[in-house]
C-alpha cells in the first residue's frame, strides 16, 4: 500500500488494510502539523515570528529535536528553515516564509502556556527528523497493539519489525549515483530502523549554476561540502538513525563514522563518496 504524503512515497507492507489506514491518517497528520510548506501548519505559524500557540504534538518533536541538537553538539539543528529559505529551497505559500525580525536569533518556548516565539529570523524546520520520528512512533504503537510484523517505509526512511519465525525483510539501499545497489539488508527479528540522506536526490542549481542541496551544515548555514554523496544508518531507534545519517554526510566517510561509533556503538552505517565507493561499517 502506498500514499504520497509528507513530500515523500510512504511505502506499507506486513500490516492489514485496518491498521495500514491508521498509520497513513497519522502520517497525515504530522504533515499537517509540521510542514514548512503550509502557512497554516503549526511551523508555518511559528515562523512568522509571532508567540504562537502550538498543539502537543509540535511540542513534544520540537523537544526531541532540540535534544537531538544538544546531543549532536549541534551538527544536527532543527533551526534551519532561513538557511534553507536564502539557499532556494522555499515554500510556495507566502504566509509560511521566516519572518525577518530583528535582533539576536533565539526561540521562546512556553510549554505551561504552550506557545512558541521565534525572534532575529530564526525558523524551524523539523523536515526529515520528524519524518523518521513519526514512523518510528507509528511502528512502536502497532507493536504494542499486538501487530507482529510490518513496514513502514517514509521515503527511504524506514522501521520494520518481525517475529523469529517470520521470513526476513530484504531491503535495498539505492547507490545514489545509480547502477547496482549499495547493499541488500535482512534485519533480525525485533524492530530495526533504517535512514538515509543524501545530497543528489534534493539537489537544484542556482542562479549562478552552483550545485545546491537541501542538506545544511549548521555550522555554515551552506549544503554539505563533505566527500559524503550519502550515508545509511541502521540501528534500533529512526529519529536517532536519521539525525546520525544526516551528521554522518556532514563530517564525511572519514570523520563521520568514527563520531557515530561514539554515539551510538550498536549502529550499522553505510557511505558513498564522491568518486561512488560505497563502505561499511558497524558490529
Not at 500490516?15 to 497554516?40: Q, Y
Not at 535482512?186 to 533504517?194: C, F, K, M, N, Q
Request: glycine share 12%; charged share 20%.
Amino acid at each position: 500500500m502506498r500514499e504520497h504524503i509528507m513530500g515523500t512515497q510512504v511505502f506499507l507492507a506486513g500490516l492489514v488494510p485496518s491498521d495500514a489506514a491508521t498509520v497513513f491518517a497519522w502520517l497525515r497528520r504530522v504533515e499537517r502539523t509540521f510542514s514548512r510548506f503550509l502557512g497554516d501548519s503549526d511551523t508555518g505559524r511559528v515562523n512568522g515570528g509571532e508567540a504562537v500557540e502550538v498543539s502537543e504534538l509540535f511540542l513534544v518533536a520540537l523537544a526531541e529535536a532540540v535534544r537531538h541538537q544538544e546531543g549532536s553538539g549541534g551538527l544536527f539543528s532543527p533551526w534551519l528553515a532561513a538557511d534553507m529559505a536564502r539557499i532556494g529551497y522555499t515554500p510556495a505559500d507566502p504566509r509560511a516564509a521566516v519572518a525577518r525580525t530583528p535582533g539576536q536569533p533565539r526561540a521562546e518556548i512556553d510549554f505551561d502556556r504552550r506557545t512558541v516565539r521565534l525572534r532575529g529570523g530564526l525558523g524551524v524546520d523539523l523536515g526529515g527528523f520528524v519524518k523518521g520520528w513519526s514512523v518510528q512512533r507509528a511502528a512502536d504503537t502497532l507493536r504494542s497493539q499486538g501487530v507482529g510484523r510490518g513496514l513502514i517505509d517514509a521515503g527511504g526512511d524506514l522501521a520494520c519489525w518481525r517475529s523469529p519465525s517470520d521470513p526476513p525483510w530484504r531491503i535495498g539501499v539505492e547507490h545514489p549515483l545509480g547502477g547496482t545497489p549499495v547493499a541488500t539488508l535482512e534485519p533480525p527479528a525485533g524492530l530495526t530502523a533504517v535512514a538515509t540522506s543524501s545530497v543528489v536526490r534534493r539537489s537544484w542549481d542556482d542562479e549562478g549554476g552552483r550545485r545546491m542541496h537541501h542538506l545544511i551544515d549548521p555550522r555554515t548555514g551552506l549544503p554539505s561540502a563533505s566527500d559524503c554523496l550519502q550515508a545509511t544508518v541502521v540501528t534500533a531507534d529512526l529519529a536517532s538513525a536519521e539525525v546520525y545519517a544526516k551528521c554522518v554526510v556532514i563530517l564525511g566517510t572519514a570523520a563521520g563514522p568514527a563520531w557515530l561509533a561514539s554515539r551510538d556503538p550498536s549502529a550499522r552505517w553505510i557511505t558513498v563518496d564522491r568518486d561512488g565507493t560505497t563502505t561499511e561499517g558497524g558490529p
